[in-house]
């Protein structure tokens, strides 16, 4: 069993080591950053040849006014559409190809039996009672719900739902 105060007295020595180390880092950080600082004011950066790798050809200034952002136009190597012939062919064969085959024969299948299912009453009760608690009728759904339950009595969510409906109070959230 811990006995009160010692969080607080670790907490107390981790502050102390804490001032320690920085009071002996802080002027070996000061002569760092001194010496950093003389680096960058005594070396600066000068680069030995142009930036860019092609030269800029000069733009008249009225040019210059007109549309300062546009770049100048790169010359074209290449058609920018491929020949449309060899395209056309292919497009004529392919749809040759499909006119000419012909379709799958039908599948005919036998239709399933026309078996009449009736819904389990216990459902269609339990879809009645939703249905009342749409329109607000909470009594009448409640009894609906106990009927269902009746039938079928282990269904959790009807119980939930029953359940829910003989609270005074509820309380929801997503």
Not at 8 to 31: H, N, Q
Not at 143 to 153: K, R, T, V
């Amino acid at each position: 069993m811990s006995r009160p105060g010692r969080p607080l007295r670790a907490l107390a020595g981790l502050g102390v080591a804490t001032s320690v180390w920085i009071a002996v880092r802080l002027p070996g950080m000061e002569r760092e950053v001194a010496a950093l600082a003389a680096l960058a004011n005594a070396n600066p950066v000068r680069l030995a040849g142009p930036v860019l790798a092609a030269p800029v050809p000069a733009v008249p200034p009225l040019l210059r006014a007109v549309a300062p952002l546009r770049a100048p136009a790169m010359p074209r190597t290449f058609p920018l559409v491929p020949a449309a012939a060899p395209i056309r062919q292919a497009v004529a064969a392919s749809t040759l190809s499909l006119a000419v085959t012909t379709p799958p024969p039908a599948v005919t299948a036998a239709p399933p039996a026309a078996t009449e299912s009736r819904p389990d009453p216990a459902f269609a009760l339990a879809a009645q009672a939703y249905d009342r608690l749409r329109r607000g009728e909470r009594r009448q759904a409640a009894a609906l719900f106990d009927a269902a339950l009746s039938l079928q009595p282990d269904n959790r969510q009807w119980q939930a739902d029953r359940r829910a409906l003989g609270r005074r109070w509820q309380l929801g959230a997503y």
